[in-house]
């Protein structure tokens, strides 16, 4: 027989299902530690996700997208269940960004790390906690845009967790702290249990104040350096993984925020020593103003359903898409459209072809006008490099036929 059990987690879509999965279980009161949940006993909502147990390993499956991931480990699995929660988080409430990284507080704002897996982000939050820092979150961040315009991010209320095994350049007094606050572990993972108010609890929120790029290299002391606001624009963009909300509404919000927030690059080679850097500088240099946007002048928030496909590009002649959002940071320009799929970069070429876009043109015209500035390029390759560009164009819908 199997034994169920279900719990519903605050600000989520519906209950997760738990079948003979009672070691996980055990380890939700020191992961989910300022994340609230309480047992379900009516079974009629559809679940979020269902984990179950079965020849030897956890099975996690949902209703709501494709999900077929399994574990032998219930630590991996609860790692795994933290994550997947994040997609019920964005769902209970589409309006959110939610971008992977860090943050934690700072004067009562909050200083953000956008970055990819392995840059580490959660090593350096575990090491800023010991300074004392209080944690937002290690792993992702959900923001809602304020009436004020104030971008906010919520704390999930999940414990901070390292990759084993520790960094060997550790100091014994961090070796120490890291000992006294080990929660639960497993070869991999060791999830850290911090003294009350140090993490942040679910559902708190405070402005975005402050983005840090890290970069993480073999060696040398850490500095923060300025960081162009194209590039800070790339990570959000690649960070975030809101998929409710139309594009275009996401890319204006994703470049308000680069340019009113302070945005930076901590070049850094030892965690622990880049921590006690940023405590200093941010002690150094207090923080009072957040990041604001304009709400009335984004698009808005529903996401457009694209109902046929896009047709080949052909002889017709074509134009931008009167839908789409453009920003421009240096020389480089995002374009989103409501009616298409994702956001886009260009640069260098594409941002010529996108330029002359602004005129209803033929694939042929813009050939002719970049054979005439690029001379030495051969007409042929700039033809097929045009073709390409402009079908990609037109099958994110950036552009159409007139």
């Known amino acids: 027989m199997v ?12 209950p997760v299902v738990f079948e003979d999965a009672g070691e996980v279980i055990a380890r939700l009161p020191e992961i989910f530690s300022d994340w609230p949940y309480q047992p379900v006993t009516n079974g009629s909502d559809v679940p979020s996700l269902v984990l179950s147990r079965r020849d ?3 099975w996690f499956s949902s209703d709501h997208y494709d999900l077929c ?26 309006g959110l960004l939610c971008f992977h990284g860090a943050a934690i507080e700072r004067d009562g704002s909050l200083m953000l790390f956008p970055n990819q897996r392995r840059a580490g982000k959660s090593t350096l939050t575990a090491c800023l906690a010991a300074q004392g820092a209080r944690i937002f979150t290690d792993d992702y961040l959900p923001l809602r845009l304020d009436a004020d315009g104030a971008l906010t991010g919520i704390a999930n209320g999940a414990a901070p967790r390292l990759r084993l095994p520790l960094p060997k350049e550790f100091s014994p007094d961090l070796l120490r702290w890291m000992e006294d606050h080990a929660g639960p572990q497993n070869r991999q993972y060791l999830y850290l249990g911090l003294q009350p108010g140090q993490l942040a609890p679910h559902g708190e929120n405070l402005p975005v104040s402050t983005i840090i790029l890290l970069d993480r290299s073999d060696e040398g002391a850490p500095r923060l350096e300025p960081v162009t606001s194209s590039e800070v624009m790339r990570r959000l963009i690649y960070q975030n993984f809101s998929r409710s909300m139309n594009p275009a509404r996401v890319l204006a919000m994703l470049s308000g925020l680069v340019e009113t927030a302070e945005c930076l690059r901590l070049q850094y080679s030892n965690s622990e020593e880049a921590a ?3 405590k200093a500088w941010c002690d150094a240099h207090p923080r009072d103003a957040a990041a604001r946007i304009d709400p009335s002048t984004l698009p808005p928030d529903s996401l457009a359903v694209l109902t046929t496909d896009t047709e080949a590009l052909g002889d017709q002649t074509y134009q931008r898409n009167p839908s789409v959002c453009e920003v421009r940071h240096g020389e480089d320009v995002f374009v989103a459209c409501a009616e298409g799929p994702g956001m886009h970069a260009f640069n260098g070429v594409t941002t010529g072809i996108w330029t002359l876009l602004a005129e209803p043109t033929t694939h042929g015209e813009i050939t002719q006008t970049l054979a005439a500035a690029f001379p030495e390029q051969p007409v042929k390759d700039l033809t097929e490099a045009v073709m390409k560009i402009m079908q990609a164009m037109l099958k994110h819908r950036l552009i159409m036929s007139v």
């Open 276 to 278: 006690a850097f940023l």
């Open 69 to 94: 991931k399994s574990h032998t480990d219930p630590l991996h699995a609860a790692c795994t269940l933290l994550a997947e929660l994040a997609w019920s988080r964005i769902r209970h409430e589409p």
């Open 56 to 58: 030897g390993k956890y």
């Open 3 to 14: 034994a169920t059990q279900s719990f519903y987690f605050s600000g989520t879509d519906g």
